[in-house]
């Protein structure tokens, strides 16, 4: 009987271990203070930049202590020195008084936002995450609170006439222990930063499942997750978090509903099964999916009519910015469709499906042949060139093949270098100019684009960005100088206008994964890494070299120019993993 209850009482500790998470948390000091309020009443803010241990003691050493009075209430902006996902730990001393003590605590992507309050107007929000918050300290103890993206904590004593002592405050970052197997150094340290951040943005938002943001747009929105999807599949390799995050989204959408509502979704789901199955070769995952993916396609044919036009329902949607140019998302629709109807063809022969795959095929084949028309609708569009919704549509049309890649760059996608741009389809964009051979041009706008917000103190990409925005623009981690614009707060449209805007998305991280796949020059041809080729375009660097993951190891590459101009090639890759080779 003594055994059996044993038994018994651990059974729910089995069961609960089954939720484990499987996420790291590691506890970082701020590096620096970068503002403070009624100063003359805070002793000793500098401790607070010391390697704390999370642990409150009776010897009150190195105690940061902030008295407040009946008029006057001392505040703190600390800077943890880049952007995380996670919390506060707050451990405090131990004051004469042992009243619990009430703070209000800001967090914030940028100084601006930090420092702002939730007034319905500048954009701030606890929507998805409270970033605002007060709460009550405890007397020689410690308090853990918040969850949230975030690079910046305001805090300040609410209570009259209180010392509140602070051990430490210490920001908790939440993530997942990976390595990161991909990697990309060049003699251009703008670049290795650029695509540094890519990947980091990427890991930042590899929670449980595969968010977009991590203060904002807490979800798996899966038309944004193809970016973020190759970047994961170009730095870490396999991780359970894309089939988990792609099963979640297909579970929750029965047919005939469109993922997240919108119908471009539901096809970039189907899009992200091929490149994941390119990537990995899991063809059991891949068999996973057929009776959804199979129904997923019989249900886009009904949405393409005699004429070859796509007829898409739902939310039709490319990105935010080309939300008001209903001509080119009509023709990005078009661009999308093609290359669903391609790769539903291409992944039912590997299903075994030969007559669906043969039905999307002539699909396929009808929506090329009204080519001529769609593109000439965006041509007689009268919209600029470089205007938001022009680029996204072209990008897509010369990736389906619906319009020559050379005609797509020189009369959009080059036209103004970066002006028009997107953080998400900026992805697109960049894989349509190489496709064009203009990997110089892509190169460039990568350094001027994404290049800018870093010159901004960003430490990961943001939700949108318009490199309109810059003149006169403070950078996020400072107080906006008197006569210079909060580009944090001053900006932004749709659903991300001023402070509500994420300055961490995922779907940012393009040039990651484009720089691997076009200047080291990665390129996958068959399933599970089986064959690649190595095509490097060093559009004037020196020389580059790094990393690609395979399901069977890393393959290990260095490009560098030779005297003769010639580009000389060192390339290790794993005996399972043939390896196509060619340089220009």
């Known amino acids: 009987m003594k055994n059996i209850f044993i038994l018994i009482s651990f059974l729910p500790m089995v069961l609960f271990a089954q939720q484990r998470d499987s996420r790291t948390r590691e506890y970082l000091s701020p590096v620096r203070v970068v503002w403070q309020q009624e100063g003359q009443l805070i002793q000793g803010l500098d401790n607070l930049l010391l390697s704390g241990n999370g642990q409150s003691d009776l010897v009150n050493r190195n105690i940061c202590k902030i008295t407040s009075t009946d008029k006057c209430h001392p505040a703190i902006l600390l800077d943890f020195g880049k952007e995380l996902q996670g919390g506060l730990q707050i451990v405090t001393g131990a004051p004469a008084i042992h009243d619990p003590i009430t703070v209000r605590i800001r967090l914030g992507e940028s100084v601006g936002e930090a420092m702002c309050d939730v007034n319905g107007v500048n954009g701030a929000t606890n929507d998805h995450a409270m970033r605002d918050f007060i709460i009550k300290l405890p007397w020689l103890g410690v308090m853990e609170v918040g969850n949230s993206g975030f690079r910046f904590v305001r805090i300040d004593v609410l209570d009259d006439s209180v010392e509140l002592q602070l051990k430490e405050v210490r920001a908790i970052s939440i993530f997942r222990d990976i390595p990161y197997k991909g990697s990309f150094r060049c003699n251009d340290e703008r670049l290795n930063r650029i695509w540094q951040t890519g990947a980091y943005t990427v890991h930042l938002n590899m929670q449980e499942y595969l968010w977009d943001g991590i203060k904002r747009d807490r979800l798996v929105w899966v038309g944004d997750l193809h970016p973020e999807v190759m970047t994961v599949s170009t730095v870490f390799g396999y991780n359970e978090v894309v089939p988990k995050s792609l099963d979640l989204i297909r579970d929750l959408t029965p047919l005939p509903g469109w993922m997240n509502g919108i119908s471009s979704y539901s096809i970039w789901w189907l899009l992200i099964q091929r490149d994941w199955y390119y990537y990995h070769g899991d063809l059991a995952y891949l068999k996973e999916q057929r009776s959804y993916l199979v129904a997923l396609l ?40 093609v290359q669903a109807m391609k790769a539903g063809s291409e992944l039912c022969k590997i299903l075994g499906d030969n007559d669906l795959a043969v039905e999307c095929q002539a699909v396929f084949d009808k929506m090329v042949r009204v080519a001529p028309i769609v593109k000439e609708a965006l041509l007689r569009s009268g919209v600029a060139p470089d205007a938001p919704g022009s680029k996204q549509a072209a990008s897509l049309l010369a990736l389906a093949g619906l319009m020559d890649p050379k005609e797509a760059d020189q009369k959009y996608l080059s036209v103004n270098g970066p002006k ?9 964009m960049l894989r349509a100019m190489a496709a064009a051979g203009n990997y110089q041009g892509a190169c460039d706008v990568i350094r001027q684009y994404w ?4 010159d901004l103190g960003a430490t ?51 040039p990651t994964s484009w720089l691997s796949e076009y200047v080291l020059g990665v390129q996958v041809v068959e399933p599970g890494c089986r064959v690649v080729r190595i095509l490097p375009h060093l559009c004037g660097l020196k020389w580059v070299e790094g990393t690609f993951p395979t399901p069977y190891g890393i393959i290990s590459i260095r490009h560098e120019v ?19 080779s060619s340089a220009k």
């Open 298 to 337: 019989r249900y886009l044919i009904t949405k393409v009519g005699a004429d070859g036009v796509e007829k898409l329902d739902g939310k039709r949607f490319l990105d935010w910015p080309s939300w008001a140019n209903p001509i080119a998302v009509n023709a990005g629709l078009q661009g999308l469709m």
């Open 420 to 428: 028009g741009f997107s953080t998400f389809y900026g992805y697109y």
């Open 451 to 454: 290049g800018a917000m870093i």
């Open 460 to 510: 990961t990409f943001w939700e949108d960005f318009n490199i309109e925005w810059l003149p006169n623009a403070a950078r996020i981690d400072e107080l906006v100088p008197d006569g210079r614009k909060d580009i944090h707060g001053d900006y932004g449209a749709y659903c991300y206008k001023g402070f509500r805007h994420s300055l961490c998305h995922g779907w940012a991280s393009g």
């Open 562 to 580: 030779g005297i003769d101009g010639k580009i000389k090639s060192r390339i290790d890759a794993p005996s399972e993993v043939k390896v196509l």
